[in-house]
T-cell receptor
Framework: GQNIDQPTEMTATEGAIVQINCTYQTSGFNGLFWYQQHAGEAPTFLSYNVLDGLEEKGRFSSFLSRSKGYSYLLLKELQMKDSASYLCAVSDSNYQLIWGAGTKLIIKP | ETGVTQTPRHLVMGMTNKKSLKCEQHLGHNAMYWYKQSAKKPLELMFVYNFKEQTENNSVPSRFSPECPNSSHLFLHLHTLQPEDSALYLC??????????????FGPGTRLTVL
């Protein structure tokens, strides 16, 4: 079957760095997405990786290793507004998105 | 209006009621999706429409009935629901159904409670 694993919850301190991991097993691979979802709001797109390596976008970076079925989202200089759930999703061979359950990130002052 | 809009934002209904959820996208996209989001569970894809044609029905019970009259509008008709159907129902759209990097844009969702 297809499976996406990510930690349920993480806690970090304002101003620090946090890494949210995602491992996947899917039938085919056409890219990996990270979305951010604040409580009660719509998921919003953060990043897309289809080739191995690190993609940097401001305070957020996303890494992919296709051979290991592994990705992480790196958040730097954490701000209170970064408190949200972070969803990992993989596009499979049919371009359907397979979603993880999300990681709830709690930022403490 | 911009992006993806959904109405109503909140809905409480009895098991014998019939109601409809509405989604509209103002992005010129060709693909639209219905997802169910339950607490601490992955997003569950329910239906996909591409150029108004249904291309995916993920074994969804017949008490959920989608309708896509055009590429901009998507409905989810509900009847004789069960309490376990209580969840957040998200609508999304993308440029096309397939293609690398096909980012999906989500609406704010309808919080559904079935009594």
């Amino acid at each position: 079957g297809q499976n996406i694993d990510q930690p349920t919850e993480m806690t970090a301190t304002e101003g620090a760095i946090v890494q949210i991991n995602c491992t996947y097993q899917t039938s085919g691979f056409n890219g990996l997405f990270w979305y951010q979802q604040h409580a009660g709001e719509a998921p919003t797109f953060l990043s897309y990786n289809v080739l191995d390596g690190l993609e940097e976008k401001g305070r957020f970076s996303s890494f992919l290793s296709r051979s290991k079925g592994y990705s992480y989202l790196l958040l730097k200089e954490l701000q209170m507004k970064d408190s949200a759930s972070y969803l990992c999703a993989v596009s499979d061979s049919n371009y359907q998105l397979i979603w993880g359950a999300g990681t709830k990130l709690i930022i403490k002052p | 209006e911009t992006g993806v809009t959904q109405t109503p934002r909140h809905l409480v209904m009895g098991m014998t009621n019939k109601k409809s959820l509405k989604c509209e996208q103002h992005l010129g996209h060709n693909a639209m999706y219905w997802y169910k989001q339950s607490a601490k569970k992955p997003l569950e894809l329910m239906f996909v429409y591409n150029f108004k044609e249904q291309t995916e029905n993920n074994s969804v019970p017949s008490r959920f009935s989608p309708e896509c009259p055009n590429s901009s509008h998507l409905f989810l008709h509900l009847h004789t629901l069960q309490p376990e159907d209580s969840a957040l129902y998200l609508c999304a759209s993308s440029q096309d159904e397939s293609g690398s990097g096909n980012e999906q844009f989500f609406g704010p969702g309808t919080r559904l409670t079935v009594l």
